[in-house]
């Protein structure tokens, strides 16, 4: 057998690095560029790029794995095709990979936002979200941010509370990502730091509204792309279900986009590369964007706030509630029989303990459990009408 020459990946690795400057745009973000938190002394024999080494630490995070039992829209309900966050973040890493490829843009640093964008979402989707921000709210550590804790976990909880050093640029795109916003056109705001990063997400954990841009060029696309991802899917998941039909969807935007989930990402896709060829900008055109917004409150109205997928509300609300006073009060207690000393401090390093106080101990938990994981933890008098049933 021959031997391994351990010269090979490390120039393996420069290889690629001077091939993104001969073919990725000026304006993309380059691989030897990337900056982390701490530094960290790279092995020769690791011919894997700065992003793709964060696409792989995201990838084998246990917040990953747990997608696969989040809600995306829809929950406690019997449809083995409906969309689930793990699928969704699948297809949003897929369209802007695809427009990221056509734009000369980097395609790791693309995939790193995409694939851990979504993975601060607390149980049971937008909703679960906001009750859990207004526990996090009465107990004084601010509101809580599914984008906010997607950096919470990355840093801070993962690898037992030691985090995972991502790059501040995949960072910034996670937190920038917010896709329930609209917007025709973003322009990246560059030359961050770290210091930056930790003012944004203070000041967004107490204003909720403030605006965020992406950094890159690559978050812009990822955070467009989340839009691309969910608008017509969203649509296909409520026809499944009865909620709407095939014409319900305004006139004027079937004429613009198409009235199925393909057609709609086909041409939102192909309308985005057009216009943002070239330019230190993402962005639609004017009448896609204008049929965008429209589509986008069109799912708000007929299908996000429809009454007949909240039937279960209250009683998730008040779940939310037991678990949080329960965790709470066994944290200041020092219940370590209880389940949060159990099943999720037990291996965590101690800096975790130091710089986290209960509530926010308490929020962190929470937020990570899946929809079914959450719902086992709960008295089976408080869960006994929350079963998964047909919409009716």
């Not at 986009?257 to 004017?286: H, Q, Y």
């Not at 965790?327 to 099943?343: A, M, Q, T, V, Y």
Request: aromatic residues 8%; charged residues 25%.
């Amino acid at each position: 057998m021959e031997s391994f020459d351990a010269a090979i990946p490390l120039k393996i690795r420069k290889q690629l690095d001077r091939m993104e400057y001969e073919n990725l745009s000026p304006l993309a973000a380059y691989s030897d560029r990337a900056v982390r938190r701490k530094r960290e002394e790279r092995l020769d024999a690791d011919y894997r790029q700065t992003y793709s080494i964060d696409v792989d630490r995201i990838l084998h995070s246990h917040a990953y794995t747990r997608y696969i039992d989040k809600t995306q829209v829809f929950y406690l309900i019997e449809n083995d095709h409906i969309t689930h966050r793990v699928l969704h973040v699948q297809l949003v890493s897929r369209i802007s990979r695809t427009i990221g490829r056509f734009l000369r843009l980097n395609q790791d640093l693309i995939e790193a936002i995409a694939l851990g964008h979504d993975i601060g979402h607390a149980p049971f989707g937008h909703e679960g979200e906001s009750y859990l921000s207004e526990l996090c709210v009465a107990n004084g550590i601010g509101h809580f941010l599914h984008n906010v804790q997607s950096i919470q976990f990355l840093e801070r909880v993962e690898r037992d509370g030691t985090g995972w050093n991502l790059c501040l640029e995949t960072l910034d795109g996670i937190l920038c990502h917010d896709g329930e916003r609209h917007d025709q056109a973003l322009t990246p705001c560059r030359n961050r730091r770290f210091e930056d990063l930790d003012r944004m997400i203070s000041e967004k954990t107490h204003d909720p509204q403030l605006p965020l841009t992406p950094m890159t060029l690559e978050g812009c696309v990822v955070r467009m792309a989340d839009t691309i991802s969910y608008i017509g899917r969203d649509i296909e998941d409520a026809i499944r279900l009865g909620l709407i039909q095939r014409n319900d969807i305004p006139q004027a935007c079937r004429q613009v986009l198409g009235e199925s989930n393909g057609t709609i990402v086909w041409r939102l896709v192909t309308d985005m590369i057009r216009c943002s060829e070239g330019k230190d900008a993402i962005t639609f055109s004017p009448e896609i964007s204008e049929a965008v917004e429209r589509l986008k409150a069109f799912n708000l109205e007929r299908i996000y706030l429809n009454v007949k997928i909240k039937r279960h509300s209250q009683a998730i609300r008040r779940m939310f509630a037991y678990l949080f006073e329960t965790c709470l009060s066994d944290l200041e207690h020092s219940h370590h029989d209880s389940l949060i000393f159990r099943s999720y401090l037990r291996n965590k390093a101690p800096g975790y303990l130091e710089h986290h106080n209960p509530a926010e101990i308490v929020r962190d938990f929470i937020s990570g459990m899946t929809d079914s994981y959450f719902l086992r933890q709960c008295p089976e008098a408080m869960k006994a009408d929350v079963i998964a049933t047909p919409i009716p």
